[in-house]
């Protein structure tokens, strides 16, 4: 009887492991619900988030809080509750979103990248149901001012969970929140060229109850992306985002 040499054992796992692997990576390629990819504006320029149903539910923390950088605003003291307008810094999420440059959608293995043209900024959407690679502590695949996103598809519509915010960032150009709150997105095609992002916000220290927003993009042709530097625009004392 031939003795396999431990090695060869060791050796016949890890082929197992690598092989199982491949085919959950390869699963994780295909398309789990319609393409998205493609270069996208929004149909209406805003710098506010409003809600579907009335005026933003505020609880009475987070009225203060907004009615403080309303104070802030007229100072011109930016840096006291907006650091994208002072700092550059990323502008998160939802409001990333409400940018009027165009931003371009990628889907590789189950994972969907947005690139913006405002400042070449990325965020990741993971919907390969697959656990982080190299990742004990679970942070996901984009930083914080941005959250961690998960997603996955009911049937047409990519469902994505947002989580671990800054609380440095803003709704839009006044609305706070939390580092505890948690942003949902219901992303899906209306027509082959209308993208529709129902965005529903739900933080209670400042929120008195969960409420939706919903913004559209139109499909723009394909195009690659000029460099744009906001430090540029910022020491131009020119409009930082969203560009006028």
């Given at each position: 009887?031939?003795?396999t040499h431990p090695r060869h054992g060791i050796?016949?796992?890890l082929a197992g492991a690598l092989?199982?692997?491949g085919i959950a990576a390869s699963a994780a390629a295909a398309p789990a619900g319609p393409n998205l990819e493609g270069v996208w504006k929004i149909v209406t320029p805003t710098t506010t988030l409003k809600p579907v149903d009335g005026p933003i539910p505020f609880t009475a923390q987070g009225r203060k809080q907004y009615e403080e950088n309303k104070r802030l605003q007229a100072k011109r003291a930016y840096d006291d509750y907006d650091i994208t307008l002072s700092?550059?810094?990323s502008p998160g999420t939802p409001r990333l979103m409400l940018t009027p440059e165009r931003f371009k959608i990628w889907q590789r293995f189950g994972v969907l990248t947005f690139d913006f043209e405002w400042n070449r900024a990325l965020r990741q959407i993971d919907a390969s149901g697959l656990p982080p690679v190299g990742d004990p502590l679970g942070m996901g695949l984009i930083p914080k001012m941005t959250g961690i996103s998960k997603g996955h598809w009911e049937g047409d519509t990519l469902v994505a969970e947002t989580t671990n915010f800054s609380d440095r960032t803003l709704l839009d150009d006044?609305?706070?929140h939390t580092a505890d709150m948690k942003v949902t997105e219901h992303l899906r095609l209306v027509s082959p060229d209308t993208l529709e992002d129902r965005i529903t916000i739900d933080d209670p220290a400042y929120?008195?109850?969960p409420w939706d927003a919903v913004v559209a993009y139109k499909r723009q042709p394909d195009a690659l992306f000029p460099?744009?530097?906001c430090l540029d625009r910022h020491d131009a004392h020119r409009p930082v985002f969203p560009p006028q």
């Open positions: 009887m031939t003795k050796g016949a796992i092989m199982a692997a700092r550059c810094n006044l609305v706070p929120f008195a109850r460099e744009d530097v």
